[in-house]
């Protein structure tokens, strides 16, 4: 399994689950989640599978050998079965911040309580590499605001409400959804968890 230079060597599991750096053969199901689930992404059309591989090839692969990468790219496994995907990407690492990223299989996602476990999972392991093994300061989100049960999910982890962008992103023609921004420092994570940072 190949490494991120940054990150110390770490075993990043809680439960039945375990956070992996993002793995080569794991792209097409990404590229089937990410293509079924574009409302709630910030991309514009349907990738193709070979924009998908042109794009781990130019651009996801060559993060495991910078110093500081803009982004770290991880698969969420439940019981050694991938099920999801994110990171931290637009990092700052001056400022020791990242937006955290993440995306379900969409029959998981369409099951509240499992999407709600999986998130929180996610979320869990990813402060582990973001807080502990980074010791960044800050993790954000932007989520729109058609999506109440994932913000539940991330207040419920200890991210803050910090703003709301109104009418930020056109969803159809008429139709325009406000972008909610929640934040988390490195104490709201310990909290939301019952961890020592």
Not at 70 to 76: H, P, T
Not at 145 to 171: K, M, N, S, T, W
Not at 173 to 195: I, K, V
Request: glycine residues 6%.
């Amino acid at each position: 399994m190949k490494t991120y230079r940054p990150l110390p060597p770490a075993d990043y599991r809680w439960h039945d689950y375990q956070l992996i750096p993002i793995r080569y053969e794991d792209r097409e199901p990404i590229r089937a989640w990410r293509n079924a689930q574009l409302e709630v992404l910030r991309q514009a059309e349907p990738l193709t599978e070979a924009a998908q591989d042109a794009y781990f090839q130019r651009v996801v692969l060559p993060l495991f050998e910078q110093e500081k990468p803009g982004q770290l790219l991880f698969s969420l496994l439940y019981q050694n079965e991938l099920i999801a995907y994110g990171g931290l990407v637009h990092i700052s690492w001056p400022d020791g911040r990242a937006e955290v990223s993440f995306l379900v299989d969409p029959s998981r996602a369409a099951n509240a309580p499992t999407y709600r476990q999986d998130f929180l999972a996610h979320l869990r392991l990813l402060g582990q590499v973001a807080f502990d093994g980074l010791k960044f300061n800050r993790l954000f989100t932007e989520t729109y605001d058609i999506r109440p049960a994932h913000v539940a999910i991330l207040e419920e982890a200890g991210f803050q409400l910090e703003g709301r962008l109104r009418q930020h992103v056109r969803l159809a023609p008429d139709t325009f959804a406000d972008s909610l921004m929640h934040g988390q420092l490195a104490a709201d994570y310990a909290t939301a968890f019952g961890t020592a940072l």
